[in-house]
């Protein structure tokens, strides 16, 4: 598991789509939100590299925390 900070996730619309795009780079994807930290924990087949480059593609800027 991985977890990346998100700080331009603000509401659960941004939540879906970050699903979504990190879906198009693994289906098995696993994640949960926090809204509060703007945090998600990533569990995936997908290097965290993959990760990060769904995630800027998507709108939104992360940063890997562990």
């Known amino acids: ?3 990346f900070s998100v700080p331009d996730m603000t509401c659960g619309h941004c939540s879906a789509s970050i699903l979504q795009a990190l879906e198009a780079v693994d289906d098995g994807v696993d994640i ?3 809204m509060e930290n703007r945090e998600i924990d990533v569990r995936s087949n997908a290097t965290d590299a993959a990760v990060l480059k769904a995630l800027q593609d998507a709108g939104y800027p992360a940063e890997l925390r562990s």
């Open 32 to 34: 949960e939100v926090d």
């Open 1 to 3: 598991m991985s977890v």
